[in-house]
């Protein structure tokens, strides 16, 4: 049983295109979060939703657009994609909403040609 | 948040306990040290945490200074399977965002 599952695991893509990433938690956490991690191997917080409200929002383009239909599930719509988009982006989730123990999704690997 | 240091790398023999430092000069009295290991092409898997005491799961201890500006996570027996890069994250109680830094890079060596 995947505790955090992400879909794709790999998505290749062309500059300009509108693409998205399902994220979806089986835990029962009211918390779930995206992360973007660069060819630096450097991880960074972009957003959180808890019980579908947003309360992380760091600065990321307008371009990136979550998503949270329920708590279960966290997708992140990314519109005009740039080369500078390519990345690994990481889902996690935790129970609370400041965040003890998160639990990471395996990560989708986004390439913008 | 305050921020932290760590060595970029470190080696472990399999067998020997890893212990792995952490500087946090900084750090306020509501923020908690966190610790996050990732293996290759793998999601980052939390470790241990805590906020003034030592603390032991079954993966780690956890030895946090007095004065609470370093703290130490040991891996007791390593494992060729505990390479990893090992994120030291101090974060406030206020907010769930974690800060990742460089890490450390341990590698255990047979």
């Known amino acids: 049983d995947t505790a955090v599952s992400q879909t794709p695991k790999y998505l290749v893509t062309q500059m300009g295109n509108d693409k998205s990433i399902k994220c979806e938690q089986n835990?029962?956490?009211?918390?779930m979060y995206w992360y973007k991690q660069d060819s630096k191997k450097f991880l960074k917080i972009m957003f959180s939703?808890?019980?579908?409200?947003?309360?992380i929002n760091e600065t990321v383009p307008n371009r990136f657009s979550p998503k949270s239909p329920d708590k279960a599930h966290l997708n992140l719509h990314i519109n005009s994609l740039e080369l500078g988009d390519s990345a690994v982006y990481f889902c996690?989730?935790?129970?609370?909403?400041?965040?003890?123990?998160?639990?990471f999704g395996p990560g989708t690997r986004l390439t913008v040609l | 948040d305050a921020k932290t240091t760590q060595p970029t790398s470190m080696d472990c023999a399999e067998g020997r306990a890893a212990n792995l430092p952490c500087n946090h000069s900084?750090?306020?009295?509501?923020?908690?040290v966190y610790w996050y290991r990732q293996i290759h092409s793998q999601g980052p898997q939390y470790i241990i945490h805590?906020?003034?005491n030592n603390e032991t799961n079954e993966m780690a201890s956890l030895i946090i200074t007095e004065d609470r500006k370093s703290s130490t996570l040991i891996l007791p027996h390593a494992t060729l399977r505990d390479t990893a890069v090992y994120y030291c994250?101090?974060?406030?109680?206020?907010?769930?965002?974690?800060?990742f830094g460089q890490g450390t890079t341990l590698q255990v060596k047979p």
């Open positions: 996690a989730s935790s129970q609370g909403r400041n965040g003890d123990e998160q639990f």
């Open positions: 805590g906020l003034k």
């Open positions: 835990l029962g956490h009211d918390t």
């Open positions: 939703y808890n019980n579908k409200e947003l309360i």
């Open positions: 900084t750090i306020s009295g509501n923020e908690y």
């Open positions: 994250i101090v974060r406030s109680s206020n907010t769930g965002k974690l800060i």
